[in-house]
């Protein structure tokens, strides 16, 4: 099926740390994005790529990294990971009707 | 930067209710309006989209949205909720390719 696709699923890193996000589309988008979800406060932008070799920062970059490898291919990283980067995160690409977006990667730091 | 506010933030109906949710937004120029909505344990799924033309928008599922440009509003409404509807239901607005998000409006509905 075409989408988004986010691994892992489930991770618990310790303080201090680091990881990779990985998420891959087969839509053949352009944009793509990197959000975290936290309760009571929406959606939050971490980083986007508007293309192949560009990327953005977003409303909380701190602490991230991303890596536009192909047009495919979107990854987050978390050098040194922090107890204040608990959360869930979704990758999702743009399209003209909107955004389709990963099963998320719920993230915990302890 | 674009801003995006749901004033409610949790909501309690009964089976058969009316739902209205409220969503406003900052930017007075060119949007493209989106509810969205997110089951338990589940990724965020497009209920219904407002790009131009007719202001009232229908959806997936029963939801129908009225874009309210005076009033920089995009509220979603459905007549009769039912307890599959109990989900978190996300207003986003996006402008120059990116999108914002409000902080989400929980929905629990009570069989």
């Known amino acids: 099926n075409a989408g988004v696709t986010q691994t892992p699923k489930f991770q618990v890193l310790k303080t201090g740390q680091s990881m990779t996000l990985q998420c891959a589309q087969d839509m053949n988008h352009n944009s793509m994005y990197w959000y975290r979800q936290d309760p009571g406060m929406g959606l939050r932008l971490i980083y986007y790529s508007a293309s192949e070799g560009t990327t953005d920062k977003g409303e909380v970059p701190n602490g991230y990294n991303v890596s536009r490898l192909n047009k495919r291919e979107f990854s987050l990283r978390l050098e040194s990971a922090a107890p204040s980067q608990t959360s869930v995160y979704f990758c999702?690409?743009?399209?003209?009707?909107?955004?389709?977006f990963g099963s998320g990667t719920r993230l915990t730091v302890v | 930067a674009q801003s995006v506010s749901q004033h409610n933030h949790h909501v309690i109906l009964s089976e058969a209710a009316s739902l209205e949710l409220g969503c406003n937004y900052s930017?007075?120029?060119?949007?493209?309006l989106f509810w969205y909505v997110q089951y338990p344990g589940q990724h965020l799924q497009l209920l219904l989209k407002y790009f131009s033309g007719d202001p009232l928008v229908k959806g997936i599922k029963g939801f129908e949205a009225e874009f309210i440009k005076s009033k920089f509003s995009f509220n979603l409404r459905k007549p009769s909720v039912q307890w599959s509807d109990t989900a978190e239901y996300f207003c986003?607005?996006?402008?120059?390719?990116?999108?914002?998000f409000g902080s989400g409006t929980k929905l629990n509905v009570k069989p």
């Open positions: 986003a607005v996006r402008n120059f390719n990116k999108f914002y």
């Open positions: 999702a690409t743009s399209h003209l009707y909107g955004y389709t």
């Open positions: 930017y007075g120029g060119t949007v493209n």
